[in-house]
């Protein structure tokens, strides 16, 4: 008798430390998740700030080409992408060039390596300068609608939480539930204000954030682009006309 009480003692502080190991097993497994999601957020907010940084590096060098050129000479040609045409208007010093030392003084550069752009084809996963668009809410208007085309860079096949990220840092907010609607959104290598007046239409929703400058948008038809329907794009307008 005095033997099965040892052995019922013994057994108890070993009870004990499996409880106590099943604990901390429990709460690894959960602060584990825990982490994880901290870390998919930080990784979100950090290919946001990457997209957002180079749009100002952007503007920086446009503005730095338009405080001595009128917008019919800008030049987007640069020695990355060959699907930038040359600019038949531009001075000969390069001082129009975005993308040249005598000029914008900026680097063209391809979308943060890690942004996940496979909502669209391989050819649409890039950053596009152009002259298409125009954004609704600003510029020349004429009833209700522009007439001259802005400069914008585009980046088309975002994933949704990181559209919204991109519009919570610039002030963008939702409508019904998501990022604002838009359409006519093109994805295009061009610079031709020396060409027409007309461009697409392109909205930042309807609601308050109609008219801002750069928004992330869901795109949901009438565009040009038919490969980008149902997926998310952020523009930024770089000169508004």
């Given at each position: 008798?005095r033997?099965?009480?040892?052995?019922?003692?013994?057994?108890?502080?070993?009870?004990?430390?499996?409880?106590?190991?099943?604990?901390?097993?429990?709460a690894?497994?959960?602060?584990?998740?825990?982490?994880?999601?901290?870390?998919?957020?930080?990784?979100?907010?950090?290919?946001?700030t990457?997209?957002?940084?180079?749009?100002n590096?952007?503007?920086?060098?446009?503005?730095?080409?338009?405080?001595?050129?009128?917008?019919?000479?800008?030049?987007?040609?640069n020695?990355?992408?060959s699907?930038?045409p040359e600019?038949?208007?531009?001075?000969?010093?390069?001082s129009?060039?975005?993308?040249?030392?005598?000029?914008?003084?900026?680097?063209?550069?391809?979308?943060?390596?890690?942004?996940?752009?496979?909502?669209?084809?391989?050819?649409?996963?890039?950053?596009?300068?152009?002259?298409?668009a125009?954004?609704?809410?600003?510029?020349?208007?004429?009833?209700?609608?522009n007439?001259?085309?802005?400069?914008?860079?585009?980046?088309?096949?975002?994933k949704?939480?990181?559209?919204?990220?991109?519009?919570?840092?610039?002030?963008?907010?939702m409508?019904?539930?998501?990022?604002?609607?838009?359409?006519?959104?093109?994805?295009?290598?061009?610079?031709?204000?020396w060409?027409?007046?007309?461009g697409?239409?392109?909205?930042?929703g309807?609601?308050?954030n109609?008219?801002?400058?750069?928004?992330?948008?869901?795109?949901?038809?009438?565009?040009?682009?038919?490969?980008?329907i149902?997926?998310y794009?952020?523009?930024?307008v770089?000169?508004?006309?």
């Amino acid at each position: 008798m005095r033997q099965t009480n040892q052995r019922g003692i013994a057994i108890a502080p070993i009870l004990f430390i499996v409880a106590i190991l099943a604990a901390l097993v429990s709460a690894i497994a959960a602060g584990s998740g825990s982490f994880n999601g901290d870390t998919s957020a930080v990784k979100i907010k950090a290919q946001a700030t990457a997209i957002l940084g180079y749009v100002n590096e952007l503007q920086i060098g446009v503005d730095r080409v338009m405080s001595r050129c009128p917008d019919t000479e800008i030049s987007l040609a640069n020695s990355v992408d060959s699907g930038y045409p040359e600019n038949p208007l531009a001075p000969a010093d390069k001082s129009c060039h975005v993308f040249d030392v005598n000029g914008g003084g900026v680097l063209f550069k391809e979308p943060p390596p890690d942004v996940d752009l496979t909502a669209v084809p391989e050819s649409l996963r890039h950053y596009f300068i152009h002259t298409y668009a125009e954004i609704l809410g600003f510029g020349n208007r004429v009833v209700g609608s522009n007439i001259g085309r802005e400069l914008v860079i585009v980046l088309p096949g975002l994933k949704k939480e990181l559209c919204l990220k991109i519009n919570d840092m610039v002030g963008v907010t939702m409508e019904s539930g998501d990022v604002p609607n838009g359409w006519n959104m093109w994805a295009g290598k061009e610079h031709s204000y020396w060409g027409g007046t007309n461009g697409y239409h392109v909205p930042c929703g309807s609601g308050p954030n109609f008219g801002k400058p750069t928004c992330c948008i869901k795109i949901v038809g009438d565009e040009p682009t038919p490969a980008m329907i149902g997926s998310y794009a952020v523009f930024h307008v770089l000169h508004v006309r």
